[in-house]
């Protein structure tokens, strides 16, 4: 890179890639660095939602390749009761999901940003340059070349959940908000097109004991399926189990239909989730922290893609409007952003994970639940972000329905 450009984003998975579009799409001059190279493996379900598609949808994706596979609902086990939900009728959401895995995704997103404008570099790693706390620069290693130093006007840092260079900027996560840890693989499968995602609420170890955790099936329609196991640090007990445990137990139980061989394809990989926009700040005086970086995974259902895409849609607008107005200060407009977007949505999300942590009240909920159809359908279009316009003033209204469905009067006493 000759010069600096006026937008440098760090990192090129969906936060990074998204913004960096945005960005060019607005006539911004942006380029993003990222530390690998595509197609790069990422610890993922590789399940997108159908806010997701919409996100990638409006970036000109294209679902019509043959090694995207459509997905029409979900399918939700807790032990042995079963519920198979399509996705919801939506105004402005598909009724559809989609999988494919994230090597291919991230690539493609970027290659969408590149078309549009942007300035793509690979196997490129960003350090944050700070004097006395202020971002002034950015230095750019690539191996074997020599360090070049750039000094752009702004910066989106993308760089996922660990966000080395956040910290550098002095982010931290917030220790009492919710935070999730997962594992998957990959397994051949001869039902791999089968139209459902799929979840298990109830994992027990070889004793019935339950498991403070849940496992998902996600088909990828190409010969296998990635499976995987997640718990969050709200669930009783969560320290004392590891995510590969309750991925084995999960196998151990796993429906027939899937018809799994005995090993995976490679050995299965985990990762963090921080959720409910627990990391912050989420600005400085030149940068902005999005995706993952700024914690923004959904503590519903574990979804971080979609959310790092709408981050780096938001941020991107909001840098484009201090560019052209020359006015920093227009970076704090983004806290409010995110502020009006998720904020309500969250503070219930967070009861919820709490409530969950609980393991009487997460039986009474996936034995129960499970077993009335409108509830469950409902469940799923609030886990999953899909309320209309019209009915998500009803945030707190989802909670107290949540507490009266249980009946239980342990809820009432978690604080958001
Ligand atoms: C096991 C598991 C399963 C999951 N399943 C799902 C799922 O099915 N659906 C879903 O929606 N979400 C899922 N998630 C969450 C989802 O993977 C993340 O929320 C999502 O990847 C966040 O995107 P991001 O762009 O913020 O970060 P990332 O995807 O992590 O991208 C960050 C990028 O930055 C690069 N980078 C890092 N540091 C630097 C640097 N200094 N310089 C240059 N580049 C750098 C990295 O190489 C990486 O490519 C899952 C997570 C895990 C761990």
Redesign the pocket.
Known sequence: MSSSPQVLV????????SAAFWLARQGADVTL????RYP?E????????PR?VRQLVDMGFDFDRPDVHRIVGLRSYAGDVMLEMPWPEHSVYPNWGATLR?SDL?GRVAALAEAEGATVLQG????AVVENGDLTGVELRRKGEETQVVTPQYVVV?????S??GRQLGTYRRRDYPFGL???GYWESPNSTDGYIESQLDIRDREGRAMPGYGWV?PMGDGTINI?A?LVSTFKGWKDVNTSRILDAYLAELPEHWQIAENPISRPI????PMALSVGPKTGRNWVL????AG??NPFN???????YET?RLAAGIIVDALATGDAATLSRYDEALEAEYAAYHRVARIFASAIGNPTIMHTLTTVGLRSRPLMEWVLKVMANLLEPEEQGMAEHVYVALERAVSLPGLRRIKA
């Open positions: 760090v990192g090129g998975g969906p936060g990074g890639a660095v990222e530390k690998k790069r990422k610890a993922c379900g590789d399940g997108l939602t997701a994230r991230d490129v790693e960003a350090v993308a760089d996922g959940s660990l080395r260079f997962a594992v998957r996600f995987g997640g985990g990762g963090k989730l999005v995706g993952d970086a923004a995974v574990g979804e971080g893609i979609d959310y790092a780096g």
